[in-house]
């Protein structure tokens, strides 16, 4: 699924409504300016053509020819008029107005030209029609520069209101990144509650929640733990005592040979019964997670009480084989019985699965990576990418329950440590790589 962020989100939203608010209200601004400023023009040109045909009506006599009244200071921009006779003849024209008269059709009121928005006034009692006439580029520039000076600031605050709108929601999300940021800071294995934050009304709820769903989740997992340790003691405890009257039966039948094996048989099978049921709960353990709680702990002295212990009864000596690379500590973050059970069926998995007689190798090496190394036969690639599932085996004869590499898996995962399982091919080298976050302490120079 594609992330997104909230902020950006609300930024994009809230932009696009105020811009689209500001389209529509600059559209109905930009109709109504042209509006009333169009009726303003109008109203001044109909004001001077009014006032132009009172002094007409005071001429003492009828101009008998076509009259140009040329007026200093006119330019463009400058309104233009021209009087017309009863029957049609033009008496007299400002200098920038046209010679032919503005419009054929002389009814009162408005009319468009080519090049001028005129105004037909009423005719005088002498029968003259003064008609007024002001340039449409004029007009068109009023109305342009009008609105210009109405939206024109709007588009230049656009940037602004960008930036104002941006700095708001963002100071308003603080507390929500705050809330963010306590949480992921923490670990995987911290289930204490998340402390007290100055946050708002609705993220203070989802912090209440939050804190507790977790001690929901630390309730469970204490309950699970629990459960998974005191069936192992109810079952360890009947097994280990059938197992040994079993051994006495099989010691007290000299005599009958037969009876001897069979009780033999019992034994071992009630041994891989144990193992079995063993195996069951760590797995039970790793899935309840049993590696969330986590404390600094030093992984030397484990590894070397399960070298002793797993190399017990070798009769060439300890198979098992610690590789330092000069490091006299190595810290990890991690539950310390967790830690065990992950090594131990790593090791067992070695020397179990590996060719007999040949050394297991536990190799530190700096950034927190230990690797676990044993011969093997080669395995193919199929298997091999399926050995860390649930009772996959490699296609071994040997005993085994197919959850070793299973439970090592899901403990790493809980510990936030990388997993990596490779088969070296021709050399024969199976290879557990085991990498800890915040673990590594610098090697001694040797």
């Given at each position: 699924?594609?992330?997104?962020?909230?902020?950006?989100?609300?930024?994009?939203?809230?932009?696009?409504?105020?811009?689209?608010?500001?389209?529509?209200?600059?559209?109905?601004?930009?109709?109504?300016?042209?509006?009333?400023?169009?009726?303003?023009?109008?109203?001044?040109?109909?004001?001077?053509?009014?006032?132009?045909?009172?002094?007409?009506?005071?001429?003492?006599?009828?101009?008998?020819?076509?009259?140009?009244?040329?007026?200093?200071?006119?330019?463009?921009?400058?309104?233009?008029?021209?009087?017309?006779?009863?029957?049609?003849?033009?008496?007299?024209?400002?200098?920038?107005?046209?010679?032919?008269?503005?419009?054929?059709?002389?009814?009162?009121?408005?009319?468009?030209?080519?090049?001028?928005?005129?105004?037909?006034?009423?005719?005088?009692?002498?029968?003259?029609?003064?008609?007024?006439?002001?340039?449409?580029?004029?007009?068109?520039?009023?109305?342009?520069?009008?609105?210009?000076?109405?939206?024109?600031?709007?588009?230049?605050?656009?940037?602004?209101?960008?930036?104002?709108?941006?700095?708001?929601?963002?100071?308003?999300?603080?507390?929500?990144?705050?809330?963010?940021?306590?949480m992921q800071s923490r670990g995987s294995g911290d289930l204490s509650p998340i402390p007290p934050l100055d946050l708002p009304v609705e993220l203070a709820s989802i912090q209440n929640a939050a804190n507790t769903l977790l001690a929901r989740l630390e309730d469970a997992l204490t309950a699970e733990r629990a459960f998974a340790a005191s069936a192992a003691h109810e079952l360890r405890n009947p097994l280990a005592a059938l197992q040994a009257q079993a051994q006495i039966l099989a010691g007290s039948l000299h005599s009958d040979p037969k009876a001897r094996q069979r009780a033999e048989l019992i034994v071992s099978r009630i041994q891989g019964f144990g193992k079995m049921v063993e195996k069951i709960l760590q797995f039970s353990r790793a899935s309840s997670g049993v590696a969330f709680r986590r404390a600094k702990l030093d992984l030397l002295p484990v590894l070397e009480?399960?070298?002793?212990?797993?190399?017990?009864?070798?009769?060439?000596?300890?198979?098992?084989?610690?590789?330092?690379?000069?490091?006299?500590?190595?810290?990890?973050?991690?539950?310390?019985?967790?830690?065990?059970?992950?090594?131990?069926?790593?090791?067992?998995?070695?020397?179990?699965?590996?060719?007999?007689?040949?050394?297991?190798?536990?190799?530190?090496?700096?950034?927190?990576?230990?690797?676990?190394?044993?011969?093997?036969?080669?395995?193919?690639?199929?298997?091999?990418?399926?050995?860390?599932?649930?009772?996959?085996?490699?296609?071994?004869?040997?005993?085994?329950?197919?959850?070793?590499?299973?439970?090592?898996?899901?403990?790493?995962?809980?510990?936030?440590?990388?997993?990596?399982?490779?088969?070296?091919?021709?050399?024969?080298?199976?290879?557990?790589?085991?990498?800890?976050?915040?673990?590594?302490?610098?090697?001694?120079?040797?």
């Amino acid at each position: 699924m594609k992330s997104w962020s909230l902020t950006s989100r609300l930024v994009g939203s809230v932009l696009a409504v105020v811009m689209g608010c500001l389209v529509l209200l600059g559209a109905g601004l930009v109709g109504f300016i042209r509006f009333e400023v169009t009726e303003r023009l109008d109203n001044s040109l109909q004001e001077v053509s009014e006032r132009l045909q009172s002094v007409i009506t005071l001429l003492p006599r009828t101009p008998q020819r076509s009259d140009i009244a040329w007026l200093p200071g006119v330019g463009p921009r400058t309104l233009a008029y021209q009087i017309i006779a009863a029957d049609g003849r033009m008496l007299l024209r400002s200098q920038n107005a046209p010679e032919q008269v503005f419009t054929g059709d002389l009814q009162t009121g408005f009319a468009d030209s080519r090049r001028f928005r005129v105004y037909v006034a009423p005719p005088t009692s002498q029968g003259y029609r003064v008609l007024v006439g002001e340039p449409l580029f004029h007009r068109r520039e009023a109305v342009r520069r009008a609105i210009l000076l109405s939206v024109g600031p709007t588009v230049f605050l656009l940037p602004v209101m960008w930036f104002l709108i941006r700095w708001i929601i963002r100071r308003g999300m603080r507390p929500l990144e705050q809330l963010q940021t306590a949480m992921q800071s923490r670990g995987s294995g911290d289930l204490s509650p998340i402390p007290p934050l100055d946050l708002p009304v609705e993220l203070a709820s989802i912090q209440n929640a939050a804190n507790t769903l977790l001690a929901r989740l630390e309730d469970a997992l204490t309950a699970e733990r629990a459960f998974a340790a005191s069936a192992a003691h109810e079952l360890r405890n009947p097994l280990a005592a059938l197992q040994a009257q079993a051994q006495i039966l099989a010691g007290s039948l000299h005599s009958d040979p037969k009876a001897r094996q069979r009780a033999e048989l019992i034994v071992s099978r009630i041994q891989g019964f144990g193992k079995m049921v063993e195996k069951i709960l760590q797995f039970s353990r790793a899935s309840s997670g049993v590696a969330f709680r986590r404390a600094k702990l030093d992984l030397l002295p484990v590894l070397e009480l399960l070298c002793r212990d797993l190399s017990r009864g070798e009769v060439s000596g300890s198979r098992i084989r610690l590789v330092r690379h000069g490091f006299e500590t190595f810290p990890v973050w991690g539950d310390l019985d967790a830690v065990g059970i992950l090594f131990r069926n790593l090791l067992e998995n070695a020397m179990l699965y590996g060719i007999p007689e040949t050394p297991v190798d536990i190799h530190l090496g700096p950034n927190g990576v230990v690797e676990i190394q044993n011969a093997c036969t080669p395995l193919p690639a199929e298997v091999r990418s399926r050995l860390s599932r649930p009772f996959v085996r490699g296609g071994s004869t040997k005993p085994g329950t197919g959850l070793g590499l299973t439970i090592a898996r899901l403990i790493s995962q809980q510990m936030e440590a990388g997993f990596a399982i490779s088969d070296a091919g021709q050399e024969g080298t199976f290879t557990v790589r085991l990498t800890f976050p915040q673990a590594g302490a610098a090697p001694t120079e040797t």
